[in-house]
DNA sequence: TAGAAATAGGATAAAACTATCCGAATAATT
DNA sequence: AATTATTCGGATAGTTTTATCCTATTTCTA
């Protein structure tokens, strides 16, 4: 459904966001670490959030990434997956056509939509300031 | 959503019942033609789908693939996505833990599932007979 | 029975995605 | 100012997915 990358980008967010909240900025390390990712590649995908301004980060001594605390509820889901994977999951074909097009549908065109939509408003609906919740409160986990 | 071998399989599979309804069989060739796909990708896709009895090949002149037409409205796309794809899509948690797991969800382990379920079902109650009518009457499309 | 028309299947190549490595740049600490 | 800790960014490598090529095998037809 999403990239590997998506993945280790939604859960570096969360975890960043559950440090944020209580002023820490977090290392590369610790959140490839905290989220069984690899180090590097996390890297680049940070990198990349970074850019979208979803995350910030900080060079140097005691840098590291962080979120502005008073931002992180209103950060939805859908930014860090578009930012990541674009939006052809929100707005492709589901069979690959040019374009999904109610003119020029594919057989399983309405079918798809419904999915697709729902999938849309959940990912525009759901912020990470409930998911950073869930793992604080234990009901949640980042990692196997 | 779905990988390109499973776009190709399933439009492939719709192409193929639509003509087996008039007892024609249909050739590699003309089936990649129709549906806009690279040849020899699309054998292989095909010998797959023919492996779990999904369509039917016959070898040399006059060869072809073909389905039963009585069992048309009896195969889910659930079982071309399924052959094609795997099960991930319906059993894999959203956020690649190891598995998807009540006792042990990711955070957004809730939302995801009722998609994914959204879509399972969806998957399961679409047979090839309505997605081939479609295409018979106009209002749907196998490519640009 | 020879030839033509197909699919089957193995080998290979190209592209995309995932992952790693290393030096440059930056910022705090000593 | 030197050292250390850290992200940035370019280069490279490995893996999976997508795509191609060629030969073998099968079946129909003449
Ligand atoms: S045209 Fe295929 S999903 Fe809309
Ligand atoms: S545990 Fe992640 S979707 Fe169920």
Redesign the pocket.
């Known amino acids: 459904m999403f ?6 980008g939604i859960k570096a967010s969360i975890f960043i966001a559950l440090n944020s909240y209580e002023n820490k ?7 490839a670490k905290e989220i069984n ?8 995908i ?2 990349d959030l ?2 979208h301004n979803i995350i910030n ?9 962080e979120i502005d605390k008073y931002a992180i509820s209103s950060i939805k889901l859908s930014q860090i997956v578009n930012a990541i994977d674009g939006d052809s999951i929100y707005k492709g074909c589901g069979l690959g056509l040019h374009t999904c097009d109610e003119e020029h549908p594919c057989p399983v065109h309405d079918k798809f939509k419904a999915v697709r939509d729902e999938l849309k408003h959940m990912l525009e609906s759901t912020n990470l300031e409930e998911l950073a919740l869930d793992i604080k409160s234990g009901v949640a986990f980042l990692k196997t």
């Open positions: 990239s590997k990358a998506c993945e280790y900025r977090v290392s590369l390390k610790a959140i990712s690899p180090e590097a590649f996390t890297a680049k940070l990198q970074a850019r980060s900080t060079k140097g001594a005691h840098g590291g990434f």
